[in-house]
């Protein structure tokens, strides 16, 4: 069973720094893309951010200040975020790309997700 745990959310006041953190556990076989998301309440989900081991993409609202990072041999992925706005307060959920058997098939797995609140 394929598991992503998030850390490193909280409260911060604009203009300020997070860093987010998820790593998979479990068993597996390989793992892809990582990536984050954020959702606030009445809105769908958002991409922020995502990686391979070859290169990265961003939604233009993030740009210049998040960097997201993975250390691929311990299947974690981080998002600096810096120079935090109040609208960048919302959930923002893990995502991963997890073959759990061979490199055949992968599946898109989510974190719990974790809160992230910017204060004026």
């Known amino acids: 069973q394929v598991q992503l745990v998030e850390s490193g959310g909280g409260l911060v006041q604009a203009g300020g720094s997070l860093r987010l953190s998820c790593a998979a556990s479990?068993?597996?076989?390989?793992?892809?893309?990582m990536g984050w998301y954020r959702q606030v309440p009445g809105k769908q989900r958002e991409l922020v951010a995502t990686?391979?081991?070859?290169?990265?993409t961003y939604a233009d609202f993030v740009k210049g200040r998040f960097a997201i990072s993975r250390d691929v041999a311990k299947n974690t992925v981080y998002l600096q975020m810096n120079s935090l706005k109040p609208g960048d307060t919302a959930v923002y959920y893990c995502?991963?790309?997890?073959?759990?058997?061979?490199?055949?098939?992968?599946?898109?797995?989510w974190g719990q997700g974790t809160q992230v609140t910017v204060s004026s």
């Open positions: 995502n991963a790309e997890v073959a759990p058997y061979s490199a055949d098939v992968y599946y898109r797995y």
């Open positions: 479990g068993s597996f076989f390989s793992v892809s893309r």
């Open positions: 990686i391979t081991t070859t290169s990265a």
